[in-house]
């Protein structure tokens, strides 16, 4: 099925886009903003907002319009397939299959200093009205925090025998996210974790395809909530019981 981008009507073309440009907020910069939109191919474009960032940079919004499209019949999506549970159930499941809590150990690595995400997952308050992992009564839950080395976070795993390690990267700058999480990777294959440890990781840059590529089992992005989480795990953890 062939799309558009969708405005006032059905497949107008219509799309807003957002970005910063090195120059002080002026009819100059608004006309460069305007003019760069063009060159990118959009017709009908405006400048509706240029907001002024100080140290000769500007941000603008611009509205446009593009006659292409895309066929959705050619797109292959990468994503990760579970049942998903709520906490009672999980709970269940885990005791009814497993037999004994799993081990999870959360952190941010590296430079990283944001844990908005991992507390949203491992907390007991959750988030969007989801419990953490930490309520649940078959997760035996370790949450390092932010800025932990990944040397320290796999001694933490061989200490507590982790049945999984959850990471969460929120900061991106220059992909410094991929770099922290390569490195994590290969500390796990070098002592011999990575086949014995469910490895997942989220963050607002992180897909599963993302995930996949750099060696982990699971990447999580916005929006996920902690069932959803705690639902791989138990599932996941079944099935490699069943395959050893």
């Known amino acids: 099925m062939m799309i558009y981008p ?18 002080k907020a002026s009819a100059l910069a608004k006309e460069a903003a305007k003019s760069l939109v063009k060159k990118m191919g959009f017709e009908k474009t405006e400048v509706v907002s240029m907001q002024d960032l100080g140290g000769d940079f500007s941000f603008f919004v611009v509205y446009g319009h593009t006659t292409t499209g895309i066929n959705t019949d ?21 005791e009814e299959q497993i037999g004994r809590k799993l081990v999870v150990v959360g952190a941010t690595i590296e430079s990283d200093a944001h844990t908005v995400g991992l507390d949203a997952i491992l907390n007991m308050k959750g988030y969007h009205g989801d419990y953490g992992l930490e309520r649940y009564k078959n997760f035996e839950v370790y949450n390092m925090g932010s800025q932990v080395l ?5 001694k933490k795993c061989k200490e507590v025998k982790a049945d999984v390690v959850l990471v969460s990267q929120i900061v991106t700058q220059k992909n410094i996210h ?7 990777m290969d500390l796990m294959e070098a002592e011999g974790l990575r086949h014995h440890i469910i490895a997942a990781v989220g963050g607002p840059r992180i897909s599963h395809e993302l995930a996949l590529e750099l060696g982990y089992d699971i990447g999580f992005g916005p929006g996920t909530i902690p069932s959803q989480v705690a639902s791989y795990i138990a599932t996941t953890k079944k099935e490699r019981l069943e395959n050893e």
């Open 74 to 94: 050619d797109i292959q999506v990468v994503e990760a397939k579970f049942d998903h549970m709520d906490r009672v159930q999980v709970d269940e499941y885990i």
């Open 178 to 184: 991929v770099k922290n999480l390569s490195k994590l």
């Open 150 to 154: 990944c040397e320290d976070l796999i």
């Open 6 to 23: 969708y405005g006032d009507t059905t497949n107008d073309g219509a799309m807003q886009l957002s970005f910063t440009l090195p120059l």
